[in-house]
T-cell receptor, first 111, second 115 residues
């Protein structure tokens, strides 16, 4: 029972920033937002997570709105290897640490 | 080189046969998970284990069985009772299932095809 809404697909030009939106309007105060990505026929790869503050690591930045009802994953300089399905997940605690993966956003980076 | 290994990457079986998928991790993680992914779909949880000798059913446990005799190993058996076993199977592990901030790390997956 996914608690997030993402566009099914997006394109991005190589070298440009890719901004992937996610809506999670029913998020609870103690739930974190996680982002994973999955390249075709591989296991999902962890990207980043956050609670309410913006976060940045070597892969991406995560911007969470003040009301926490939506977030944006930013890949600052997209490369062809960033072509993948990106999953936005709201962590449901106390349910065996289950991560509910929806259908995600299929990002295609165009040369 | 730490990580999660799944073997084999591709597996073919005849209908009606049980088959066991391997998952091993050397990350010293307490919790392990099995997910199933069908084409164009997200992941669905089959079973998870928070500690050795203990495991719980996920959303789609029917037709599957697991064991957790060792911390580093969590094999999944797809039994003949599973109506539609052809799928991509993913194993994951995490430090603990009892804390809020916890990241799951995934193996490369096993693609099972039942003929």
């Amino acid at each position: 029972d996914a608690k997030t809404t993402q566009p099914p697909s997006m394109d991005c030009a190589e070298g440009r920033a890719a901004n992937l939106p996610c809506n999670h309007s029913t998020i609870s105060g103690n739930e974190y937002v996680y982002w994973y990505r999955q390249i075709h026929s591989q296991g999902p790869q962890y990207i980043i997570h956050g609670l309410k503050n913006n976060e940045t690591n070597e892969m991406a930045s995560l911007i969470i709105t003040e009301d926490r009802k939506s977030s944006t994953l930013i890949l600052p300089h997209a490369t062809l290897r960033d072509t993948a399905v990106y999953y936005c997940i709201v962590r449901v605690v106390n349910t065996g640490n289950q991560f509910y993966f929806g259908t995600g956003t299929s990002l295609t980076v165009i040369p | 080189d730490g990580g999660i290994t799944q073997s084999p990457k591709y597996l073919f079986r005849k209908e009606g046969q049980n088959v066991t998928l391997s998952c091993e991790q050397n990350l010293n993680h307490d919790a392990m998970y099995w997910y199933r992914q069908d084409p164009g779909q997200g992941l669905r949880l089959i079973y998870y284990s928070q500690i050795v000798n203990d495991f719980q059913k996920g959303d789609i446990a029917e037709g599957y069985s697991v064991s957790r005799e060792k911390k580093e190993s969590f094999p999944l058996t797809v039994t003949s009772a599973q109506k539609n076993p052809t799928a991509f199977y993913l194993c994951a592990s995490s430090t603990s299932s009892g804390i809020k901030v916890d990241t799951q790390y995934f193996g490369p997956g096993t693609r099972l095809t039942v003929l």
